[in-house]
Nanobody, 123 residues
Framework: QVQLVESGGGLVQAGGSLRLSCAAS????????MGWYRQAPGKEREFVAS????????DYADSGKGRLTNSRDDAKDTVYLQMNSKKHEDSADYYC????????????????WGKGTRVTVSA
């Protein structure tokens, strides 16, 4: 069974830091772009960051530039999101995403999502 499992969320004070992890199992995602999204209560899910295979290109939402570091360890099939200088408005459920992953058995691409990890930033 293919899974993306996020961890590292929790309660942090404003200005503090957290590192989220997303561990893949069931198959390797080392040749695929991996992304992070977040969804706050009552709001739509929004893009946070992405990293291409081998880390060649990393992209961040404007709200996170300068405060986020997205990285991956393909030997561990894990991606990381280091979040610094947290703000109250960063409170949300954070999701790991692997879009457009070709599945041989289905002969089509699948969009994988984790179940999320909650980040709460206290004022």
């Amino acid at each position: 069974q293919v899974q993306l499992v996020e961890s590292g969320g929790g309660l942090v004070q404003a200005g503090g830091s957290l590192r989220l992890s997303c561990a893949a199992s069931g198959r390797t995602f080392s040749h695929y772009t991996m992304g992070w999204y977040r969804q706050a209560p009552g709001k739509e899910r929004e893009f946070v960051a992405s990293i291409t295979w081998s880390g060649g290109m990393i992209d961040y939402a404007d709200s996170g530039k300068g405060r986020l570091t997205n990285s991956r360890d393909d030997a561990k099939d894990t991606v990381y999101l280091q979040m610094n200088s947290k703000k109250h408005e960063d409170s949300a459920d954070y999701y790991c995403n692997a879009p457009d992953v070709f599945v041989t058995e289905l002969a089509s691409a699948v969009n994988y999502w984790g179940k999320g990890t909650r980040v709460t930033v206290s004022a």
